[in-house]
């Protein structure tokens, strides 16, 4: 297994694929009880702010666990890492039967009963959060598994094994439906539900013989591998890091810079690199193609979401959609592909779909034309995410799990932090043009207020104005709000054009060196 010539052993590979199911079991449960009634609103008495920051909290750990992982993984061993992501599914499970167990209570009204959803909230926070360290170790320890046990193929098996994360999605989203009423009753049987995979990759990884990674197996050093990544890698990721930290914990911007220079002091005087081109470079590209991929899904998805409420369908079977054509996609098209065009090639042709997905939606109308669009988009932003950490492990292989993982991590925490705040303003300009263009510019200032973001300033529309317009012009308005969000897709573009420009720069990159070849140590 750990070496290039034996056979892989496939009970690894599904224990691998089973435990990213797991995440996203974990994800789907999630997202559906912070954001559904009669769920944690309503049980914790949760307002939209407690509740986006309690989804949060199962997110941002998610992506700085994955790089911190990676620093440590290969001493540690993988088993350790399999075992440490069970042990905090177990706790998430224990703490959210705790707050159940505190707000549940006999005889609780009133002041005590408040006292006791701040206590169930708290137990739900820290819960959350151990959840998304449980669910970025899965990610740091299955990448280099699978990059490991197939060498030669990697682009192909890791596309094959990311197909657990909308497959985890299809199956978890059904099953949620399923049992909406059930939940309705006591949302506890949809903890239940991520134990279900959590406890079949355990028993399937826990004699399994895990590879030794190749970083490794060569005798590459660990002060190699860090030098792969460099000081422009750990800058990227410090910052990130950092900043996303800051956010969480109210840090001032000083500390933050601080905080970034130092750590990325120390680690570039350590390893004495820059880091490898090619890797800052595919860095870069992630922060667009994570915004792409993730930072759109919403607006995607409020889209159809709409349409399928207006028709009697539930909403969750949007996303079940969209997961279910990556999960084909992904599982059986990605080796024949990837064969035919090449990791660049798909990468490109990606961009370009996505580009037209995105453009097409933005003026689709009709509950057919939006998901024919949205179709067309779900083809272009499939194998973005698994080829790019194809591509990062074959060009990088001395970067062994720290390469790999951590532009996973970047790509998450860019999200949050640059692309999500980024597609939001692209969202309130578009919303302006297309308010002024049905109204006025008059009515466009009385509706909207002044705002800043990292970027600079912008004018964004206040729902408490916007509420107190009646009749006509109210509905008017609204509908123009509706249109400017949707045109607002033509404008995300941007960020596959700028992917497609780099990958073609790649293309020509390795064209000159004589053709893409994977790095062999």
């Given at each position: 297994m750990s070496n290039q010539d034996s056979q892989p052993d496939m009970k690894l590979f599904w224990g691998c694929f089973i435990a990213l199911i797991t995440t996203a079991f974990a994800f789907i449960t999630r997202a559906f009880l912070v954001n559904a009634e009669p769920f944690w609103p309503s049980t914790f008495g949760l307002d939209q702010v407690q509740a986006q920051e309690l989804f949060g909290a199962g997110i941002w750990p998610f992506a700085i666990s994955i790089i911190v992982f990676s620093l440590i993984i290969d001493n540690i061993g993988y088993r350790a890492a399999m075992f440490f992501s069970f042990i905090c599914y177990a706790l998430y499970a224990v703490l959210a039967f705790q707050a159940y167990g505190v707000v549940t209570a006999e005889g609780l009204t009133g002041d005590a009963l408040k006292t006791a959803q701040v206590e169930a909230y708290d137990l739900l926070y820290m819960g959350s959060i151990i959840l998304g360290l449980g669910n970025g170790t899965v990610e740091a320890f299955i990448n280099p598994v699978v990059a490991t046990m197939f060498n030669k193929d990697k682009t192909k098996w890791l596309n094959i094994l990311h197909a657990g994360w909308p497959g985890g999605l299809v199956l978890g989203g059904i099953l949620t439906i399923l049992l909406g009423e059930q939940a309705a009753e006591d949302w506890r049987i949809l903890i239940y539900l991520i134990a279900i995979p959590a406890v079949v990759y355990l028993v399937m990884l826990l004699k399994a013989q895990f590879p030794v990674n190749e970083r490794v197996s060569s005798g590459t050093s660990y002060k190699e591998?860090?030098?792969?990544?460099?000081?422009?890698?750990?800058?990227?990721?410090?910052?990130?890091?950092?900043?996303?930290?800051?956010?969480?914990?109210?840090?001032?911007?000083?500390?933050?810079?601080?905080?970034?220079?130092?750590?990325?002091?120390?680690?570039?005087?350590?390893?004495?690199?820059?880091?490898?081109?090619?890797?800052?470079?595919?860095?870069?590209?992630?922060?667009?193609?994570?915004?792409?991929?993730l930072g759109t899904d919403g607006a995607i998805s409020g889209l159809m979401e709409e349409p399928m409420k207006a028709a009697g369908q539930h909403p969750l079977w949007v996303l079940i959609y969209t997961s279910a054509i990556m999960m084909v996609l992904r599982f059986w098209f990605a080796g024949p592909i990837v064969a035919k065009l090449g990791p660049l090639g798909l990468l490109a042709t990606s961009a370009v779909l996505a580009i037209a997905g995105l453009y097409l939606l933005s003026t689709a109308t009709g509950l057919f034309m939006v998901f024919a669009c949205a179709t067309l988009y779900g083809f272009g932003k499939t194998f973005f995410w698994p080829t790019t950490l194809g591509v990062v492990s074959e060009q990088c292989p001395k970067g062994g799990a720290l390469t790999l993982n951590a532009i996973a991590g970047i790509g998450m925490l860019a999200v949050g932090i640059l692309g999500g705040p980024v597609i939001g303003k692209l969202t309130e300009d578009s919303i302006k043009v297309s308010v002024e263009g049905a109204t006025s510019t008059e009515t466009y200032n009385s509706i909207s207020k002044d705002s800043t973001y990292f970027l600079g300033d912008y004018t964004a529309v206040d729902s408490e104005k916007l509420g107190k317009l009646v009749g006509d012009q109210k509905l008017k308005v609204e509908e123009s709000i509706q249109s400017g969000k949707q045109g607002s897709l033509a404008s995300v573009a941007v960020f596959p054009f700028f992917m497609l420009v780099c990958y073609i720069a790649l293309i020509l990159y390795f064209k000159n060196r004589g053709g893409y070849k994977p790095v062999e140590l």
């Open positions: 591998m860090l030098a792969e990544f460099g000081a422009i890698g750990a800058l990227i990721a410090g910052y990130l890091i950092f900043r996303q930290l800051g956010m969480v914990f109210g840090w001032e911007d000083n500390l933050i810079y601080g905080l970034t220079a130092v750590a990325t002091i120390a680690y570039g005087f350590y390893c004495k690199s820059f880091g490898r081109p090619i890797l800052i470079f595919m860095c870069i590209i992630m922060i667009p193609l994570a915004t792409t991929e």
